[in-house]
């Protein structure tokens, strides 16, 4: 019988704790989202989402230097919830409640689960927002991006399941 520390968790405890450790990264950085505004920055990403909503060309007669994938994402969030700043920072603050999921599940291969648990809030304590503005920007996404395409990949290890290099390839190429 092995410690408390280092036994394995059930299924249900697993996906338990995965939604925890998401929501409390996600409602930690909704409430940083929400208290400043950075006009020129936030802007960008507003002014992008918005031209392609109202299906004008991206690059043209709009500060915008960034790929596609991000202004797609952030007007198709525009178009289920309406058009202010707000949702693009809520957006953002749920791609960051996703990406601690997603690093507990990868850092839980090589740690116990509890200790993968501690090391992603942690990580969260080095987030930028909590020193500048909360800016919904690209990496956000590009993190989440990469990590799936990690997770993938380890799954991949795993079980050998040919699809799952399918996933990968995508999420890598986003």
Same mark, same amino acid.
């Given at each position: 019988?092995?410690s ?22 996600f ?8 208290l400043?505004?950075?006009v020129?920055?936030q802007g960008?990403?507003?002014a992008?989402?918005?031209r ?8 043209i ?7 596609? !994938?991000?202004?797609i994402l952030n007007?198709?969030?525009?178009? %289920?919830f309406g058009?202010?700043l /707000? $949702?693009?920072?809520?957006? =953002?603050?749920a ?6 999921i ?17 090391t ?6 080095l ?5 500048w503005?909360?800016l ?13 395409? !990690? ?9 050998? %399941?040919?699809?799952?290099l399918? /996933? $990968?390839?995508i999420?890598? =190429?986003l």
């Open positions: 019988m092995g408390i520390f280092f036994r394995k968790s059930d299924e249900a405890t697993t996906v338990f704790f995965g939604i925890i450790l998401g929501l409390i990264v409602f930690f950085a909704a409430i940083f989202s929400r400043n505004v950075d020129h920055h960008i990403m507003f992008a989402a918005m392609v909503l109202n299906g004008e060309p991206l690059y007669g709009n500060l915008y230097y960034y790929g596609p !994938l991000v202004p007007a198709s969030g525009i178009l %289920i058009k202010h /707000l $949702v693009l920072q809520l957006m =953002a603050s791609c960051y409640g996703v990406i601690a997603l690093l507990w599940r990868i850092w839980a291969r090589f740690l116990p689960e509890w200790l993968s648990g501690i992603v809030l942690f990580s969260f304590l987030a930028p927002f909590l020193y503005e909360f919904p920007w690209s990496s956000i996404y590009s993190l989440l991006f990469l990590l799936l395409s !990690l997770y993938f990949s380890i799954k991949w290890i795993e079980t050998k %399941i040919y699809g799952l399918n /996933l $990968v390839g999420f890598a =190429a």
